[in-house]
C-alpha cells in the first residue's frame, strides 16, 4: 500500500470528508460519479411528469407551489452535476451519457402522470422516498456531495409536504376524489419501493460503497424506514396500501410488504418503461432548443475573460 492509499484509508476510517484535491482510488471516484451523476439526471429527468400539470393545475396557489418545487429540481440538478465536475466529469459528458442511456436516472420517472392526484403521490411518495436515501447522504464520504444534500434535502421535505397536502385535499374531498386518490397510490406504491434500488442481498453495488461510506445504510434498511413511515400516512388519509400481503409484526414493530414486481423494475431500467423513451426525446429536444443560450453565456464568459485580461 503506497501513501496515498493509506492516507485515504485514513480519511474513511476517521469518518473525514474526501475532498476534491485528495487522493482517491479510481473505482472511489468513478462509482460517485455514477450516483451523483444518476442523482442529477434524476431531478432534471423528474421535472417534466409535474411539468405535464402546470398548465393544468386546478388553482393559482398549487400552480404557484407546483412551479416553485419544479425549478427548486433544476437547482438540484445544477447543484448535482456541479458536485460531479468536481471528479473529473463534464457537463456535456454527463447529458451526451444521459440522451445515448449510458446513464441511468430512478426508474419511477418513467411513470405517466395522468390525474392531478398524481402529482401529489409524486410528492408524497416519491419524494418521500427520496428524502429518507437523502438524508443518509448528508452523511456520505465525499464532502461536496455531502454538503450539497444538506440544503437539498431541506427542499426535499416541502416538496414531499406540498405532495401531501394535495393526497389530504383529495382523500377527503368527494367520493371521486378520493377515487383518485386511491389510484394514484395504486400505481405509485410499488415503483416508490423500489426507488431504493434492488434487495441487498442482489446489490451489485452495496459492499464496496458501504466500505467506503459512499452508502451509509443498505437497500432494504431505507425502504423498510420508508414503509413504516408511509403506511400510517396512508391510514390517516383512509387509502388502502395496494398489498394484500401488508401486515403489522408485533415482534418486530415494522411493518411488512409482499414481493415486488422485480421484472418491471428491471424491465424500465432497461429503457422499456411507459415512458423511457418520451422523457429522453423531451430531453434531447429541449438541450437542442436552448443551443443558443449556452452559446451567448459561453460567448460572454469569454468576453469577460479577455477584458480581465
Not at 398549487?62 to 471528479?87: F, N, P, R
Not at 428524502?131 to 414531499?160: D, W
Not at 414493530?253 to 431500467?269: A, K, M, R, S, Y
Amino acid at each position: 500500500m503506497d501513501k496515498f492509499e493509506e492516507a485515504f484509508n485514513k480519511i474513511i476510517e476517521k469518518d473525514r470528508k474526501v475532498e476534491p484535491r485528495d487522493w482517491m482510488p479510481e473505482k472511489y471516484r468513478q462509482t460517485n460519479i455514477r450516483q451523483i451523476s444518476q442523482h442529477a439526471h434524476s431531478e432534471i429527468i423528474g421535472m417534466q411528469p409535474e411539468g405535464n400539470w402546470l398548465l393544468r393545475a386546478p388553482s393559482l396557489r398549487s400552480k404557484q407551489v407546483l412551479l416553485a418545487k419544479i425549478q427548486d429540481e433544476a437547482g438540484h440538478g445544477l447543484y448535482l452535476y456541479s458536485v460531479a465536475e468536481t471528479l473529473g466529469i463534464s457537463r456535456q459528458e454527463m447529458i451526451a451519457q444521459l440522451q445515448s442511456g449510458e446513464a441511468k436516472y430512478s426508474s419511477i420517472f418513467n411513470y405517466p402522470t395522468v390525474s392531478w392526484a398524481d402529482i401529489g403521490a409524486v410528492g408524497w411518495l416519491v419524494d418521500g422516498a427520496a428524502i429518507v436515501n437523502q438524508v443518509s447522504l448528508q452523511r456520505t464520504s465525499y464532502g461536496p456531495y455531502s454538503r450539497a444534500m444538506v440544503r437539498i434535502c431541506k427542499e426535499e421535505s416541502f416538496h414531499q409536504r406540498q405532495g401531501y397536502e394535495i393526497m389530504c385535499s383529495m382523500a377527503f374531498g368527494t367520493a371521486e376524489q378520493k377515487e383518485m386518490a386511491q389510484d394514484a397510490l395504486n400505481r405509485f406504491w410499488e415503483p416508490a419501493l423500489m426507488m431504493f434500488g434492488p434487495h441487498d442481498s442482489d446489490s451489485v453495488h452495496k459492499g464496496q460503497s458501504m466500505e467506503w461510506k459512499i452508502k451509509r445504510e443498505s437497500n432494504d434498511h431505507l425502504r423498510q424506514r420508508f414503509i413504516d413511515r408511509t403506511v400510517p400516512q396512508a391510514q390517516y388519509l383512509g387509502l388502502t396500501i395496494p398489498d394484500d400481503q401488508l401486515k403489522f409484526n408485533e415482534e418486530t414493530q415494522h411493518w411488512e410488504t409482499g414481493p415486488f414486481n422485480w421484472d418491471e423494475f428491471w424491465n424500465v431500467v432497461k429503457g422499456n418503461g411507459p415512458c423511457n423513451q418520451e422523457r429522453i426525446d423531451h430531453h434531447i429536444a429541449a438541450h437542442k432548443d436552448n443551443e443558443w443560450v449556452r452559446e451567448a453565456a459561453a460567448a460572454y464568459a469569454a468576453k469577460t475573460e479577455l477584458e480581465v485580461a
